[in-house]
């Protein structure tokens, strides 16, 4: 019943924002059929787009921080025709789930969430394309249960990224006191602050660093804001805003390392050049060195931003393709 209400609300949102000013966007037409799925959890569903039969596995579509099924709207449509193809929203995410009040988000939930995606739907191998924090939480899955692995495509970050102790320990004292703050405006029940269609896409295209185009917020939008109840024709970003005070991996080098030699499934990467690599380079290079071992390993780098799969699919479905084609033929 909440996707539903979710689903109808997403229908007002497209026909007002279709019908109000002329500088508002009209939503791009999808040319792939998908079905909305919602998959229960022990805290409520996880939410997804489901294109393709649902008699074939499918390879599991997960977004990035702060980001949701979206993200792989403009690149669904490009995928062979042969696989079915589920993105779906992690806890807290789009149309997803919150977590209960008084629980942090922390990475090693999301793995989690994959194991109980599989154990849902009985399946006992799982084929994954994963982008940002999920293409980590993805790693770190292949590391943990290699035999449940038939296919990993990540997308442009590769691994846990290794900090210094010193950015670890401030980090986490700063994320709990925030955690606390972030709950209590919470508990006040007050609505987000609102803003114009335009204006929200210009907050989403900035506070991605410009990495998510313009034209490319639309498709993240769509799942990521709610209508104002106070403001006419004005939106508020609808994701639980404790995803900003996540907790992430704290990992000391050599276990990065150890997971790259447990990963023995056919492996894609693609990394994004106008990107940064989120950590010194020097441990990005030695995991790639380690992840070469697997001659089912396969490295690729394209020109683009973080989010070059939504903003320029066009330039990634080749290269995934030709895996998926490799490792799930028809």
């Known amino acids: 019943m909440e996707v539903l ?68 709207d403009t690149l669904a449509p490009l995928l062979p025709n042969h696989i079915s193809f589920l993105s779906i929203d ?53 590391a943990l249960f290699p035999e449940k692995v038939d296919m990993f495509i990540g997308l442009d970050v590769l691994k846990p990224p290794v900090r210094s102790a010193r950015h670890i320990v401030d980090g986490l004292s700063e994320r709990l006191e925030a955690t606390l703050k972030l709950e209590r405006r919470l508990r006040s029940g007050s609505e987000p602050p609102c803003y114009e269609w335009d204006e929200l896409e210009k907050r989403l295209h900035e506070g991605s660093n410009k990495s998510v185009t ?41 276990v990065p390392l150890e997971m790259a030699s447990r990963i023995k499934c056919p492996h894609l990467f693609i990394k994004a050049l106008q990107a940064p690599y989120y950590e010194r380079k020097e441990y990005y290079d030695a995991t790639l060195v380690e992840l070469r071992k697997n001659p089912l390993f396969e490295y690729n780098e394209l020109d683009g931003t973080h989010h070059v799969h939504l903003n320029e699919p066009e330039k990634v479905a080749p290269i995934i393709n030709s895996f998926i084609n490799k490792y799930r033929p028809l």
Not at 101 to 125: A, C, F
Request: hydrophobic share 35%.
């Open 214 to 254: 313009l034209e490319s917020c639309k498709y993240l939008l769509q799942r990521n804001c709610k209508a104002s109840t106070h403001e006419p024709h004005k939106y508020y970003f609808s994701r639980d805003n404790r995803l900003k005070t996540s907790l992430f991996y704290t990992l000391h080098n050599e």
């Open 90 to 142: 992690m806890p807290g995410h789009g149309l997803s789930s919150w977590l209960p009040p008084g629980i942090s988000y922390h990475s090693i939930d999301y793995v989690l969430v994959t194991r109980r995606l599989m154990e849902e739907y009985n399946w006992d191998k799982i084929s994954m394309m994963a982008h940002s924090m999920s293409s980590i939480n993805g790693f770190v899955f292949c």
């Open 5 to 72: 209400r979710h689903l109808r609300l997403l229908t007002k949102l497209t026909n007002v924002r279709q019908a109000s000013s002329e500088a508002t966007r009209p939503l791009k037409v999808l040319t792939k059929h998908f079905d909305e799925v919602s998959i229960p959890v022990p805290w409520g569903h996880i939410a997804g787009k489901w294109y393709g039969p649902k008699h074939v596995r499918p390879i599991v579509g997960m977004h990035g921080w702060q980001d949701n099924a979206g993200t792989f």
